[in-house]
């Protein structure tokens, strides 16, 4: 999503702004936010949280303000999708872009692993994301 302003409210239980399904490597699924702002009234809100095995959510371009807990992602309380998650963030800024607390799952992406992520081709976004025709 390129251009997305997410609201964070105030939540007592916790805030999580993604939560993404992916069991194996074979699915082609994900959530790219690309260019986006996430603020709100909130505090400690996680950019992910690792529902299945196989987490992918990238954050590129993205302004983060305080909202964002430092901690970043989440591993759902599974320790093991630590190591098979993908929570990457990229060339982000704010305060809650500060990247000296994440979680273990959290990767600061390289441009070659961000790439595939802010294309029109991921998960074939150039058959549904572009506007249709008039």
């Not at 095995?53 to 964002?68: N, W």
């Not at 809650?96 to 976004?125: C, M």
């Amino acid at each position: 999503m390129q251009g997305t302003k997410l609201q964070v409210i105030a939540d007592a239980k916790g805030n999580f702004i993604t939560a993404q399904a992916r069991n194996n490597e074979g699915e082609d699924t994900g959530f790219s936010f690309v260019h986006c702002k996430v603020e709100g009234t909130g505090s400690g809100a996680y950019l992910g949280r690792a529902w299945q095995q196989r987490p992918r959510v990238v954050f590129a371009y993205t302004t983060m303000s305080g909202v964002v807990n430092p901690q970043g992602w989440s591993n759902n309380f599974h320790p093991e999708r630590d190591h098979t998650a993908l929570f990457g963030e990229y060339k982000c800024n704010g305060a809650g872009a500060n990247t000296a607390a994440r979680a273990k799952s959290s990767k600061k992406l390289t441009a070659d692993q961000v790439a595939p992520f802010i294309s029109l081709g991921f998960i074939e976004g150039s058959k549904w994301l572009l506007p249709p025709p008039s």
